[in-house]
């Protein structure tokens, strides 16, 4: 299983990779960590005529924090994510989401950007991002542009990115303290994308959440962002019953494909379970003891 | 399709060949460099079986453009021994029956080599965790983490001693 024919590139510059873009569009794909992309080239799913690899640009990489917002360089690897001291300290819902992607290996190459610009509704990050209002920062010939994680996928392999544009960063705004912070995923064994997944992020003032962002991994072709779930607990001390009913107005949204991992149903109540103990465990490290 | 020139080290010999770019990593090793220790499994990412050190981190050779590893420091299995004498590594898969086929064996043993680097004293679970890409269809992995553990604990004492 060999990818078909392509010329490759290997550009030292981001303005190199722009012009590159400029001129192929959408005859290019860019290679990040290769570990969506070669599969499906392999599978001729892609068959790219010029491929832009983009591991050979340092300023791509890395995660620093600046007036209360978090920069991830989109080539940052999922290892990378996963070893990082601030993202533990500051946003743990990061990391804990690269914990369960794929196996060490996999884990060295894949990166946040090539995650997040995929497409694919079975990654995890897309609905990380959601829920933490992240930033995605996209470079292309006619300039730069920032666009919300949320809103940015449209179907499955359908997202904002136009074919030229690069994206440079994802922008996380520091999560203040008294947030929790989980992500649950159901998933078969190691290295299976999930039945379901559900990223909560709960900031409470006192007792009473101030605001609520929930989303799902898998369960419908984009990943969804479950805005009726919020509405059940923002303003209110949530308590098991609010919790119920946050899991039915997540599972009112499903509409996963039945594949391998279970029927539509059961995948959508997955989802409602996932949601019940991401919140659980949200509020549960945010205060130290459950509802 | 045009050939292009790849260079990079391969276990600490310089190596040089011509490749198409759309060749993968493990393809030229085994068939343009003849190391064929380095195994090829499922070819999709997921078996392991295709592990090699790449600049100091595990990947599937299997995943990677050849042309990528141009000017990279590569390790395969055929670097583990020094001198006529088995790595700890191997050792450990030899004295604690490591292995039954031994076709995930150099994906295996490469994969420990980096873990024990990364993290030189493991417990159980951490050898789980770390060496959670790589199959056996065989063992059942008992033996495989008392390899890993007969390893950690010879390099700790050549390191000590
Ligand atoms: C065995 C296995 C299990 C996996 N399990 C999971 C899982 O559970 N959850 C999960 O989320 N993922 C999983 N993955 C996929 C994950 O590992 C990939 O790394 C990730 O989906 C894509 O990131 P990448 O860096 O490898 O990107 P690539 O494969 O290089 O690229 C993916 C796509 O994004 C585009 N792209 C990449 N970077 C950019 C950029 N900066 N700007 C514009 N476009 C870009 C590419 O052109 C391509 O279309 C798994 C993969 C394998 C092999
Ligand atoms: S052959 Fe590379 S992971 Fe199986
Ligand atoms: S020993 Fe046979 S596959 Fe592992």
């Known amino acids: 299983m060999i990818p078909g024919h392509f010329a490759y590139h290997a550009p030292a510059s981001v303005e190199e990779v722009i012009t590159l873009l400029g001129q192929y569009g959408d005859e290019a794909s860019v290679l990040a960590g290769g570990h969506s992309l070669l599969p499906m080239m392999k599978l001729r799913f892609a068959e790219p005529a010029h491929l832009i690899d983009i591991n050979r640009i340092p300023v791509l990489r890395g995660i620093r924090e600046t007036q209360g917002v978090i920069h991830i360089g989109a080539m940052t690897t999922e290892s990378e994510l996963i070893a990082s001291a601030l993202l533990n300290e500051k946003c743990p819902l990061i990391p804990e989401a690269a914990r369960v992607i794929a196996d060490p290996q996999v884990r060295n190459r894949g990166t946040l950007g090539g995650d997040v610009a995929n497409g694919d509704p079975s990654n995890d990050h897309p609905a990380v991002m959601m829920a933490l209002d992240a930033l995605l920062v996209l470079r292309g010939p006619r300039g730069e542009r920032v666009v919300s994680a949320n809103g940015f996928y449209q179907g499955t392999y359908l997202t904002q990115r136009e074919a030229d544009e690069l994206l440079i960063e994802i922008r996380i705004p520091t999560p203040p303290p008294g947030t929790g912070q989980a992500y649950c995923k159901l998933k078969r064994k190691t290295g299976d994308y999930a039945t379901a997944a559900a990223a909560v992020v709960l900031q409470l003032d006192g007792t009473r959440c101030r605001k609520a962002g929930i989303a799902l991994t898998n369960v419908a072709p984009t990943p969804l962002r479950a805005d009726a779930a919020e509405r059940v607990l923002e303003g209110k001390v949530i308590d098991e019953d609010l919790i119920e009913q946050a899991a039915v107005q997540a599972m009112a949204i499903c509409d996963p494909a039945e594949d391998l991992r279970g029927d539509a149903e059961y995948r959508t109540h997955m989802a409602g379970e996932m949601t019940r103990r991401a919140i659980r465990l949200a509020l549960q490290r945010v205060q130290g003891k459950s509802p | ?161």
């Open chain 2, 1 to 161: 399709m045009t050939r292009q020139h790849l260079a990079f080290t391969l276990n600490g010999r310089q190596v040089e060949t011509l490749v198409e770019p759309r060749e993968l990593l493990i393809h030229v090793l085994r068939e343009e460099l003849g190391q064929t220790g380095t195994h090829i499994g499922c070819e999709t990412s997921h078996c392991g079986a295709c592990t090699v050190d790449l600049d100091g981190i595990s990947v599937k050779s299997c995943t990677i453009l050849a042309v990528q590893a141009q000017g990279s420091d590569v390790m395969t299995v055929e670097g583990l021994a020094k001198n006529g004498e088995l790595h700890p590594v191997q050792e450990g898969f030899m004295q604690e029956h490591g292995l039954q086929c031994g076709f995930c064996t150099p994906g295996m043993m490469m994969r420990a080599y980096r873990l024990l680097q990364e993290n030189p004293n493991p417990t159980e679970a951490e050898i789980r965790w770390g060496m959670a890409g790589n199959l056996c269809r065989c063992t059942g992995y008992q033996n495989i983490i008392k390899s890993v553990q007969y390893a950690a604990r010879k390099l700790q004492s050549a390191k000590e001693g």
